[in-house]
T-cell receptor, first 115, second 115 residues
Framework: DTGVSQDPRHKITKRGQNVTFRCDPI?????LYWYRQTLGQGPEFLTY????????KSRLLSNRFSAERPKGSFSTLEIQRTEQGDSAMYLC?????????????FGQGTRLTVV | AQKITQTQPGMFVQEKEAVTLDCTYD???????LFWYKQPSSGEMIFLIY??????QNATEGRYSLNFQKARKSANLVISASQLGDSAMYFC????????????FGTGTRLKVLA
């Protein structure tokens, strides 16, 4: 299967610890997105990469959050000094170069629980 | 600012019957795209159907159709001949025609298909 892959699928961490998530997009997809989804809500945009360049960051992305996409392939999302409010599903999506009607493909997400 | 509103937190439908999931949107962009995604309990977002703001005809994809009423700013999803496997969360989303093509999602509707 060559879909979007996210690792780990689940992460439980203690408050104050750092965590890092990985996303492997579909090959040749130059656009990569991170979203956060809390219980009962739709996904909320966090950040966007076009190739290796991070072109947009949401105000939701506090300075404890950092994302990278070295070489324009996989991406990592790191959360430093985790807080209970960071508990959520973190979704990665990718899409190929193209027009607005080209849908994004999502991974299965990483569910973070901060205890 | 763009906004998606889904007013039905939950819906029930009998197997083999049709169901309509409501979505209204707000945007000042003249060109935009509307998407519907399905999210089963596994977490992955599955693309269902797309409607462009300038499309003259309502989009259809198999058992899915989109009832697009531009003047009312609504983009309702119609699922015909419901199946038990259709039980999931359904999200309406919008993309602007320029920039990052990020999604703005609604809060979703949980659909339960009854046998």
């Amino acid at each position: 299967d060559t879909g979007v892959s996210q690792d780990p699928r689940h992460k439980i961490t203690k408050r104050g610890q750092n965590v890092t998530f990985r996303c492997d997009p579909i090959s040749e997809h130059n656009r990569l997105y991170w979203y956060r989804q809390t219980l009962g809500q739709g996904p909320e945009f966090l950040t966007y990469f076009q190739n290796e360049a991070q072109l947009e960051k949401s105000r939701l992305l506090s300075n404890r959050f950092s994302a990278e996409r070295p070489k324009g392939s996989f991406s990592t999302l790191e959360i430093q000094r985790t807080e209970q409010g960071d508990s959520a599903m973190y979704l990665c999506a990718s899409s190929p170069p193209g027009q607005m009607n080209t849908e994004a493909f999502f991974g299965q997400g990483t569910r973070l629980t901060v205890v | 600012a763009q906004k998606i509103t889904q007013t039905q937190p939950g819906m029930f439908v009998q197997e083999k019957e049709a169901v309509t999931l409501d979505c209204t949107y707000d945007t000042s962009d003249p060109s935009y795209g509307l998407f519907w995604y399905k999210q089963p309990s596994s977490g992955e977002m599955i693309f269902l159907i797309y409607q462009g703001s300038y499309d003259q005809q309502n989009a259809t994809e198999g058992r899915y159709s989109l009832n697009f009423q531009k003047a009312r700013k609504s983009a309702n999803l119609v699922i015909s001949a419901s199946q038990l496997g259709d039980s999931a969360m359904y999200f309406c989303a919008m993309r602007a025609s320029s920039g990052t093509y990020k999604y703005i999602f609604g809060t979703g509707t949980r659909l339960k298909v009854l046998a």
